[in-house]
């Protein structure tokens, strides 16, 4: 039995799943992909000090930047968490806006062909020759729904959704079938949908503060952590938080590709959240009153 809390970032999932918490009696495990590495706190927005103190938190600050971290690894530590947490008699929330790994652990992770080692090489040359933004519109050519999803800087999952294609399957295909599995957890899911324009101006606010309050600090880390290359497929945010403290890109240029990014990604998230079944979508302002009234009733219902 558990409590999905998800929405696009910058939604406030956060101070909801907090208040939440402490009203329900639960402890909270994180679903989000960027907050489970170590050391960047600032830019993936964890929840505060203060958050953590008030309410048990799980599946933060897993692994180092760079580490690799995929939705089955993820699913077998929440798995082991809710089983801990329903062992106290406490209700696991499960706050993310990571839509792949919400799925897969309401409804396993997807079976999916085999990785192909001479196909990778080739595509891997391929982007290195004429540029990764050429191979994401390659992909967009057989799969536009996964095109849409992934960044075309991010090599990795763009070779990856192209080695799907190969197969004769799309990802996006396999996605959609997955999501209709039986769930493995008896499960409230439930999403925030702010209006779009305020939902933008919240994160354009939040990137500012994000830059204010210490992503460039973090930055320098990263660069004295890894000799002056930090690893990819970063957080958003963070390749262009090395470039300023690289002097090579102004503050207010990086702080509108950052912010023009996050819209983007809550943009895909929503997306990905309208394909699920059975979500019950809360619009901003929440009475958290009879949020937690709702929960309590679900979770004594036969």
Not at 76 to 93: F, S, W
Not at 153 to 158: F, K, S, T, Y
Not at 283 to 288: C, E, F, I, N
Request: aromatic residues 4%; positive net charge.
């Amino acid at each position: 039995m558990i409590v999905v809390l998800a929405g696009p970032t910058g939604s406030g999932k956060t101070s909801l799943a907090v208040d939440l918490a402490r009203r329900v009696g639960g402890e909270i495990v994180n679903a989000d992909s960027q907050q489970l590495y170590r050391h960047l706190d600032v830019g993936t927005a964890k929840p505060t000090e203060t958050e953590r103190d008030s309410v048990p938190h799980h599946l933060l600050d897993l692994a180092e930047p760079g580490e690799g971290m995929d939705a089955a690894r993820f699913v077998a530590l929440a798995d082991q968490a809710i089983e801990a947490i329903a062992a106290r008699g406490r209700l696991p929330l499960v706050v993310g806006g990571t839509g792949l790994y919400l799925r897969a652990l309401l409804h396993g992770v997807v079976e999916a062909p085999g990785r192909d080692p001479a196909l990778r090489s080739r595509l891997t040359a391929e982007a290195e020759a004429r540029g990764r933004p050429a191979l994401h519109a390659r992909l967009a050519l057989v799969d536009p729904e996964a095109a849409a999803r992934i960044r075309p800087n991010d090599l990795v999952r763009v070779v990856r959704a192209l080695e799907i294609a190969a197969g004769g399957q799309t990802q996006t295909a396999l996605h959609a079938a997955h999501a209709f599995r039986p769930q493995r957890h008896r499960a409230l899911f439930l999403a925030l949908d702010p209006p779009r324009q305020a939902l933008c101006s919240r994160i354009e606010a939040r990137v500012e503060a994000m830059f204010a309050a210490g992503l460039l600090e973090e930055a320098r880390w990263l660069l004295d952590r890894f000799g002056g290359s930090p690893p990819p497929r970063l957080p958003i945010g963070y390749a262009e938080a090395v470039e300023v403290v690289r002097g090579n890109l102004a503050l207010g240029e990086a702080i509108r590709s950052v912010q023009a990014k996050h819209r983007q990604y809550a943009r895909r998230q929503v997306i990905w959240l309208r394909r699920e079944a059975g979500v019950e979508w809360l619009a901003p302002p929440v009475d958290r009153d009879a949020l937690a009234r709702r929960v309590t009733a679900w979770r004594v219902a036969p």
